[in-house]
């Protein structure tokens, strides 16, 4: 009769002859980087750099309300080109990205994230999702803060059932 340390190991070692692990080939990363630029994935990097570029003209106006708006696009420029640049380089924000994909899809569903993204519903599933995910953040966001008071009552009565004065307020 075999230990239990023992199943658990032979089930480990056969995990990836049951079909259950796949392997991160050069046709699923290939696939997976199509997959990223069919989704505006590498464009990714050029969103930081905007919000990184707006972020760093607002503070740049505040310290220095004359700047001229020639210098903030020259920072937004090479910005950009140092964000893609450094995105698409081995250890990149793609290489992340490849590595994110390959841990929550098997190379078959990436091959069938690919075929829906050519479909009309996945191309306006594509063109939806940013806004969509604002949204959804925002409501997230709004709700959350709806729930603010509700919560804090709760935290206090733990607190003053389990004999805990509540933090002071500011």
């Known amino acids: 009769m075999r230990s239990a340390g023992s199943w658990i190991l032979a089930i480990a070692l056969a995990w990836p002859a049951l079909g259950l692990a796949d392997q991160l080939t050069a046709g699923k990363r290939a696939d997976i980087a199509q997959l990223i630029g069919v989704a505006d994935g590498t464009k990714l990097s050029g969103q930081f750099a905007e919000v990184a570029a707006q972020n760093i003209s607002a503070r740049l106006k505040r310290t220095h309300p004359d700047l001229p708006p020639r210098v903030a696009d020259a920072i937004r420029r090479d910005l950009i080109a140092m964000f893609e640049e450094r995105a698409t380089a081995r250890g ?13 899809f098997t190379h078959p569903e990436i091959k069938e994230l690919l075929a829906f993204n050519r479909t009309p519903i996945g ?9 969509i995910m604002s949204e959804t953040t925002a409501a997230g966001r709004s709700w959350g803060r709806g729930l603010a008071p509700e919560v804090q009552r709760r935290v206090d009565a733990v607190l003053k059932k389990e004999g805990i004065a509540p933090a002071r307020k500011k």
Do not use: C, E, S
């Not at 990149?92 to 841990?103: A, E, F, S």
């Not at 191309?123 to 806004?131: D, F, I, N, V």
């Open 92 to 104: 990149g924000l793609v290489d992340d990205i490849v590595g994110i994909y390959h841990r929550h």
């Open 123 to 131: 191309r306006k599933t594509l063109q939806l999702m940013p806004a």
